[in-house]
């Protein structure tokens, strides 16, 4: 939770805005997005098993209504409403979110990734976190979507 909570922090999200976890899990972003950040929770996950986790997770903290799980794959899901976008995927499939994450997201989103950069793009800050009792160090890269020029 530490990890998730440094990852948020360095996104600077803010009330109100829209957080998309790409590969939800358990929900555990969304939750904690929406009660430290008061934040809007989206979330995409392949597995049916992890979607009712995480919705039975949400029911728990009494946050329906304030976070939705997607089940279907994040490549098809329109992320264009999203403030930040929050992911703890392997170096492949970074790279292939990264087109999508170009065209869709608006300037200033902002692209947390957990532990595997995203090639090809330059961070505006990378984070080494502590891991959670674990003792094994975490890296968090920070991404800006760029202004487009006029």
Known sequence: MAVVERMLELAKVKPGETVFDLG???GRVLIAAVNKFQAKGMGVELSQRLVKLSEDNIQKEGLEGKIQVIHGN???VDISKADVVTMYLVRDANDMLRPKLERSLKPGARVVSHDFEVRGWKPA???RAAGG???RP???YVYEMPQQSK
């Open 24 to 26: 939800s899990g358990d």
């Open 125 to 127: 800050y990378v984070d």
């Open 74 to 76: 994040m490549l098809e």
């Open 138 to 140: 975490h890296a968090i």
């Open 133 to 135: 009792g674990k003792g």
